[in-house]
């Protein structure tokens, strides 16, 4: 319970997350507080923050999960004498395109769950799933952790969208500090990704507007679409823009994510991760045809 706090920072979020009540879970906190005479959250409004014991603990405690999955697979394993699936976490965009690619039809057994970067790696590191796809945009780097190995799929360039009715949706291409007097749609602070926005216009040189924060894809279409801001979006993101919507990219210093499979080391010689991992590859390799997309590392 207090590693799903740590991941969530509320206690109504991680009580979200285990199907228990918000009050079940500030008990048993509570509870743990009592047996270890130490302080573990900090209290702040509506969030909680963990004390730096707590931080410590939930570090072991991901490495006593790792062991804890480690020993369910291979009891099950024993018991029906077939591998359990392999478990992948990815974001939405990239389990509709590349992740999806991978499986199909490759004698895979695999489960995908949707997470957000930071809490698939998370899942992870937790060994709560076995491979998970990431993003590092421009500006956010990304923060793996030991035992953690990256490599690198594909770089997705990131466009600024707009209504195809918009001044400037009949250039190319646009200069982003052209647009420092337009409203912009944003992420919320539930995603990794949300420092972005806020740190590629200041290295353009100006500051956002944020006139609206989402993390829905259809919410951003429909709210860029009624004029309340602009956005900027991944082309992996584009795959259902609605026509009413154009994308331009951003001609100086175009901004990109990086798309990366992660995995334990201790995983590296699972032949099944081996094998995803060379169909995720592929996968990426046949996206740059349809999206313009740039491979990683060229």
Not at 31 to 37: I, K, Q, S
Not at 103 to 114: A, M, T
Not at 183 to 211: K, Q, Y
Not at 285 to 297: E, K, N, T
Request: hydrophobic share 45%; proline share 6%; net charge negative.
């Amino acid at each position: 319970m207090l590693r799903e706090v740590s991941l969530h920072g509320t206690i109504r979020a991680a009580a979200s997350s285990l199907s228990f009540t918000p009050s079940a879970v500030s008990q048993q906190l509570s509870a743990l507080e009592r047996d270890l005479g130490i302080e573990l959250l900090e209290r702040r409004g509506r969030s909680v923050q963990l004390t730096p014991a707590a931080r410590a603990l939930v570090e072991r405690t991901e490495q006593i999960l790792v062991q804890l999955a480690a020993a369910e697979d291979e009891a099950r394993t024993i018991a029906s004498g077939t591998a359990t699936p392999l478990r992948v976490a990815s974001f939405p965009s990239a389990a509709a395109t590349i992740l999806a690619d991978a499986v199909r039809e490759n004698g895979l057994e695999v489960h995908i769950l949707e997470a957000d970067p930071q809490l698939g790696l998370a899942r992870l590191r937790g060994g709560e799933v076995d491979l998970a796809i990431l993003w590092e945009y421009d500006f956010v780097p990304i923060e793996a952790g030991a035992g953690i190995e990256l490599v690198a799929l594909l770089d997705d360039p990131i466009q600024v969208v707009l209504p195809a009715t918009h001044p400037s949706a009949a250039a190319p291409a646009l200069e982003l500090d052209s647009l420092a007097g337009q409203a912009w749609v944003d992420s919320t602070t539930l995603s990794s990704c949300h420092p972005f926005l806020r740190r590629v216009c200041n290295a353009a040189g100006f500051e956002p507007r944020i006139a609206a924060e989402t993390n829905d894809h259809r919410a951003l279409h429909h709210l860029v679409a009624s004029g309340v801001g602009l956005a900027l979006v991944p082309l992996l993101s584009q795959l259902d823009l609605p026509a009413s919507l154009v994308a331009r990219p951003i001609r100086t210093n175009p901004p990109k994510r990086r798309i990366h499979a992660a995995f334990r080391s201790l995983s590296s010689e699972d032949p099944r991760v081996e094998r995803l991992l060379e169909r995720l590859d592929a996968a990426a390799r046949s996206r740059p045809a349809a999206l313009d997309l740039v491979r990683a590392g060229s």
